[in-house]
């Protein structure tokens, strides 16, 4: 990347990885079976108007978004396709959906009221998405509760149910099977239910990345893939299903901005955490935590120079973090580095850092920072 003019720390989105798994997706769920790619949290930190803009041109029917701010900059931006707002909205929000023509999933009445009235009072009949909580214990109307909700929708008639919806709590976790299996049932039981008052919705979803893969009874006829999209599927499917081939999408870089020897004895960063053992050559890099690379990946981070790993040594600071670069042949100023992605045969994934952090992949691709650009290619 050309980085004269600007600090040379980036994060890469590869569109046509980003293409090629929702292309997975795609053929793994067959042509009778929308995708909704979850596009929520800027699309897991990848820039969610870009990704939106790539798999429209690839065929996606929906997008999901968590919240209608979300929602509201891929309209802005020229997207035409029906968007879900997966966590519904909040109060003085419905008007913004309906002008937006975003899609809200609902499972509050006071909230379905409110939209009732704005959608009356605009002519129109409004789509909604119910929410039925199957076992999550999260956001949606308890199952047991489904035939009252129904029968309370009723009079709502400016309002229709485009959708029914539950979501897994644990579709990755093989132990959590018998939780699985009630949910698919539950949520069966939830559409019968819906069909008994008189409802007819036309789409019926239940699966994230893990059920596509884990669960394709229940695809339903919509399924919402979000981090699979991203390539993120280590810590995400079940452990059966992940020798897919996906491929990651973001990578991030920066370049060496000072290099020095440091004499055996003597420590390098705040608290004295790294002593050098023998001499070291010490590259700095212009990312700290307030990039979002984590201050826990001190002494623990890896990075990639030159094809060659190296390792973060010291703490990470708020602006910069310093690496070992000692066996990289020919290490120069402004050599590129590689914080997450691959070089000589090395990877670096968020799975990997997530592991090392004790998290999980989707918190450090959301978590790179606003700081850091987005460089589409
Ligand atoms: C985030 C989200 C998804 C996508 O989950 P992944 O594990 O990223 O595939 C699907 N459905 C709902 C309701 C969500 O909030």
Redesign the pocket.
């Given at each position: 990347m050309e980085t004269t003019g600007k600090r040379p720390t980036w994060a890469e989105i590869n569109r046509d990885a980003l293409a090629a798994n929702f292309q997975i997706v795609k053929q793994r769920v067959g042509r009778d079976v929308n995708v909704?790619a979850?596009l929520?949290a800027n699309a897991?930190g990848h820039g969610a108007v870009e990704c939106a803009r790539r798999l429209a041109a690839d065929g996606a029917g929906w997008f999901?978004v968590?919240l209608p701010e979300e929602g509201v900059e891929l309209r802005d931006a020229g997207i035409t396709q029906p968007i879900l707002c997966?966590?519904g909205f909040w109060p003085g929000q419905a008007e913004v959906c309906l002008d937006h023509g975003l899609v809200p999933?609902v499972y509050r009445l006071d909230l379905i009221a409110a939209l009732d009235q704005a959608a009356r009072a605009r002519g129109i009949v409004a789509d909604v998405h119910v929410?039925v909580d199957t076992g999550m214990g999260r956001?949606g109307v308890r199952f047991d509760e489904v035939a009252e909700f129904a029968a309370a929708l009723k009079q709502f008639s400016n309002l229709r149910v485009d959708g029914v919806?539950t979501?897994f709590a644990a579709a990755?976790v093989p132990s959590c099977g018998p939780l699985t299996s009630d949910q698919i049932d539950r949520f069966q039981q939830a559409v019968a239910a819906f069909r008994a008052q008189g409802f007819h919705p036309t789409h019926q979803h239940l699966?994230?990345?893990?059920a596509?893969f884990a669960q394709p009874e229940a695809w339903g006829n919509m399924v919402?893939?979000?981090?699979?999209?991203y390539g993120?599927t280590g810590d995400?499917l079940a452990p059966a299903d992940r020798r897919q081939e996906f491929q990651p999408v973001m990578s991030l870089h920066s370049r060496i901005a000072l290099l020095k020897w440091v004499p055996a004895g003597e420590t390098v960063g705040y608290g004295c955490t790294f002593e050098a053992s023998s001499p070291t050559l010490v590259a700095t890099i212009p990312i700290g935590y307030d990039d979002g690379y984590r201050r826990a990946l001190s002494n623990r981070g890896h990075a990639i120079v030159r094809g060659v790993p190296a390792t973060v040594i010291g703490r990470v600071s708020m602006d910069l973090t310093l690496i070992d670069v000692t066996n990289v042949p020919g290490a120069s100023l402004g050599d590129e580095v590689i914080l997450l992605g691959q070089a000589g045969g090395h990877a670096i994934t968020a799975e990997a850092i997530a592991a090392t952090v004790g998290t999980l992949s989707?918190e450090v691709t959301c978590g790179i920072s606003a700081r850091v650009p987005r460089v589409y290619v």
């Amino acid at each position: 990347m050309e980085t004269t003019g600007k600090r040379p720390t980036w994060a890469e989105i590869n569109r046509d990885a980003l293409a090629a798994n929702f292309q997975i997706v795609k053929q793994r769920v067959g042509r009778d079976v929308n995708v909704l790619a979850v596009l929520k949290a800027n699309a897991y930190g990848h820039g969610a108007v870009e990704c939106a803009r790539r798999l429209a041109a690839d065929g996606a029917g929906w997008f999901g978004v968590a919240l209608p701010e979300e929602g509201v900059e891929l309209r802005d931006a020229g997207i035409t396709q029906p968007i879900l707002c997966l966590a519904g909205f909040w109060p003085g929000q419905a008007e913004v959906c309906l002008d937006h023509g975003l899609v809200p999933v609902v499972y509050r009445l006071d909230l379905i009221a409110a939209l009732d009235q704005a959608a009356r009072a605009r002519g129109i009949v409004a789509d909604v998405h119910v929410k039925v909580d199957t076992g999550m214990g999260r956001l949606g109307v308890r199952f047991d509760e489904v035939a009252e909700f129904a029968a309370a929708l009723k009079q709502f008639s400016n309002l229709r149910v485009d959708g029914v919806m539950t979501h897994f709590a644990a579709a990755d976790v093989p132990s959590c099977g018998p939780l699985t299996s009630d949910q698919i049932d539950r949520f069966q039981q939830a559409v019968a239910a819906f069909r008994a008052q008189g409802f007819h919705p036309t789409h019926q979803h239940l699966a994230n990345s893990a059920a596509i893969f884990a669960q394709p009874e229940a695809w339903g006829n919509m399924v919402r893939p979000g981090g699979v999209l991203y390539g993120l599927t280590g810590d995400i499917l079940a452990p059966a299903d992940r020798r897919q081939e996906f491929q990651p999408v973001m990578s991030l870089h920066s370049r060496i901005a000072l290099l020095k020897w440091v004499p055996a004895g003597e420590t390098v960063g705040y608290g004295c955490t790294f002593e050098a053992s023998s001499p070291t050559l010490v590259a700095t890099i212009p990312i700290g935590y307030d990039d979002g690379y984590r201050r826990a990946l001190s002494n623990r981070g890896h990075a990639i120079v030159r094809g060659v790993p190296a390792t973060v040594i010291g703490r990470v600071s708020m602006d910069l973090t310093l690496i070992d670069v000692t066996n990289v042949p020919g290490a120069s100023l402004g050599d590129e580095v590689i914080l997450l992605g691959q070089a000589g045969g090395h990877a670096i994934t968020a799975e990997a850092i997530a592991a090392t952090v004790g998290t999980l992949s989707y918190e450090v691709t959301c978590g790179i920072s606003a700081r850091v650009p987005r460089v589409y290619v």
